[in-house]
């Protein structure tokens, strides 16, 4: 009687599909993480930019209607940051919404945007968080807490 111990051809096989299939589905898991957590750099520029907006409006009663009015710097001086690219405040409607395009080379985020849009119902300054319809960043991108 021959008693060999040990794993046959086929085992390891099973087995190395098993963890290479494992490793793809957490890799684009683990991508998207990556980009949510380069575009939340995009919402710390964001946050100073609507407080910007928002003192203006409550100062002069309109919405600004680009970076030199809301007292932010130009919108390509964001480029010297690690993944933004541009931060400007809208000059057309709806006035004093703020774009940010990211710089995230090598993913399909890259030269896309997100933007936040001020409303001023009632006096109040409340802002909806949401990619544009065009050139916007994948849903799953965006950060949780600028998710609605």
């Not at 910007?52 to 007292?71: E, R």
């Amino acid at each position: 009687m021959n008693n060999n111990k040990g794993f046959t051809l086929i085992e390891l096989m099973a087995v190395v599909s098993i963890v290479s299939i494992l490793a793809v589905v957490s890799m684009a898991t683990y991508s998207d993480y990556v980009v949510r957590s380069k575009v939340g750099e995009g919402m710390v520029f964001a946050s100073e930019a609507k407080t910007s907006v928002t003192d203006y409006y409550y100062n002069m009663q309109k919405l600004p209607t680009n970076n030199s009015q809301a007292g932010l710097p130009e919108p390509e001086s964001y480029d010297q940051y690690n993944f933004i690219r541009k931060l400007e405040v809208s000059s057309t409607e709806p006035f004093g919404a703020i774009t940010i395009t990211f710089k995230i080379p090598g993913t399909n985020a890259d030269s896309k945007e997100l933007q936040l849009i001020p409303s001023t119902k009632d006096g109040l300054m409340t802002w909806t968080c949401l990619p544009p319809e065009e050139n916007g960043i994948d849903n799953n991108q965006v950060p949780p807490n600028c998710r609605g």
